[in-house]
């Protein structure tokens, strides 16, 4: 009886009677028949009562890709895998010396939550240098990748019922996010033949006394497409309208751009939104540092603080000798990325010509990043092996499963039907996984 009185109690405290269960409000007569399950429950070897956050979010897409390809490929199988987000050239070798240094020399204590002095100062001299923005260090936070900056920035801000406007197709982590602190996103479906870009129109139809933050991907992942000056411009002046809305801009794909595309910061766009502006930017994508994980926020001091203390009672700081790594990255040779730029070039152009060569598939030219999304429309309700092919999660197990190719469903990204390819792999792999993929979409019917 005292275990069922605590299992009891246990549920009023955390959610006052009201329970969400399953997706179901269930009232307090129906208590007793959850506590009496709950010490059955705890009765069993292995029991853990995991919390009711957990229900809000799902395990990231493109890491379930990956895991799933890897073991796969544990198992004998030829996969090619093009779900991650991450360049397959090494970290330049002025980077990796500096981090040796900076063991050699011991320095590898704790730093301030905030991050390294010195690689905040070197955050500061970047925006002034790039993007015309000026910051003083006390406005940098340093976080575990670009991931953390977001996670840190909506822990501190969103009470349950705030809105978050998000662009679709984004990266999958932005809403479950927001989801995770009972946020509520936004979506807005961006437009397929313009780049998949929302509109000034769109983003004032979708903002409400309860919209709290803007999130934009620039350039975007899935999709590559980009963001002008005056796209930037003509959003800025909707949000000056609403001055409870904050921006989240998300800039960590800045430097890989191709063409004639011409990148611009959010708030050098809108300096009158400057208050309002976190600037998301890290090492990971340009610098090939994935595994470093180092990501920078700027913004607001009194935001910036917030997010110091939350992460101070999380991981306290990402790693000493990332963020000396980190200082040589910024103020060093970009030389590289130049060169690297060309590849990927080359590589966007491979995926998009072989991709617009099949039936029942179209694709845009990205302007940056490293993914293409193509839409998959023409191939929905086609057959293999006598089975339907529903959706475009459906479509891509086929792939992987007849092909051989792992790639990552659209509806991952909040936009069907369409899946996402990462090229950021070599030429020789593009050229065949394009290969084994025409070769998949020929055999059905």
Not at 12 to 31: E, S
Request: proline share 4%; with cysteine.
């Amino acid at each position: 009886m005292r275990r069922k009185i605590l299992a009891l109690n246990q549920f009023k405290q955390q959610y006052g009677g009201i329970f969400l269960i399953n997706g179901l409000l269930i009232k307090h007569k129906y208590c007793n028949i959850i506590a009496n399950n709950i010490v059955k429950q705890q009765g069993k070897k292995g029991y853990i009562m995991l919390a009711q956050r957990l229900s809000y979010i799902k395990p990231s897409p493109t890491i379930a890709v990956t895991t799933k390809a890897l073991e796969l490929k544990r198992t004998g199988k030829d996969i090619i895998t093009l779900g991650a987000g991450e360049p397959d050239f090494n970290t330049p070798d002025h980077i990796i010396e500096a981090a040796y240094k900076a063991m050699k020399d011991g320095k590898t204590r704790y730093t301030a939550s905030a991050g390294l002095p010195e690689f905040r100062e070197a955050v500061c001299e970047k925006l002034q240098r790039d993007n015309g923005l000026t910051y003083t260090p006390e406005q940098i936070h340093v976080g575990v990748g670009g991931k953390q900056i977001i996670f840190n920035a909506f822990l501190a801000t969103i009470n349950a019922g705030d809105e978050v406007v998000i662009p679709a197709p984004y990266w999958v982590s932005y809403s479950d996010i927001v989801s995770l602190f009972q946020g509520v996103p936004v979506i807005i479906n961006g437009d397929p033949n313009n780049q998949f870009k929302i509109t000034a129109g769109q983003l004032r139809a979708a903002i409400t006394p309860k919209t709290k933050w803007l999130v934009l991907c620039n350039p975007s992942n899935p999709t590559g497409g980009g963001y002008t000056k005056e796209d930037l411009q003509a959003m800025g002046k909707v949000l000056e309208e609403f001055p409870n809305v904050h921006i989240l801009s998300d800039e960590i794909y800045e430097f890989l751009v191709y063409d004639d595309f011409k990148f611009t910061a959010f708030a050098s766009a809108n300096p009158q939104l400057f208050d309002r502006t976190l600037t998301l930017n890290g090492l990971s994508k340009a610098y090939c540092m994935t595994g470093w994980r180092v990501g920078y926020g700027a913004g607001h001091k009194k935001l910036i603080s917030a997010m110091n203390m939350v992460q101070s009672q999380s991981c306290t700081h990402t790693s000493t000798i990332s963020q000396w790594a980190g200082v040589a990255a910024l103020n060093g040779d970009h030389s590289f990325i130049a060169k690297h730029n060309a590849r990927f070039a080359a590589r966007r152009d491979i995926c998009f010509d072989a991709l617009n060569a099949m039936p029942g598939v179209s694709v845009n030219k990205p302007v940056g990043a490293f993914y293409v999304y193509p839409s998959v429309a023409g191939l929905m309700g086609k057959r293999a092996d006598g089975q339907v092919i529903k959706n475009d999660e459906d479509l891509v197990n086929y792939f992987l499963t007849t092909a051989n190719v792992a790639v990552v469903h659209g509806e991952a990204f909040g936009l069907s039907p369409f899946f996402r390819i990462s090229y950021a792999t070599s030429e020789e792999l593009l050229h065949e996984s394009m290969r084994r993929i025409a070769g998949a979409i020929g055999a059905l019917q």
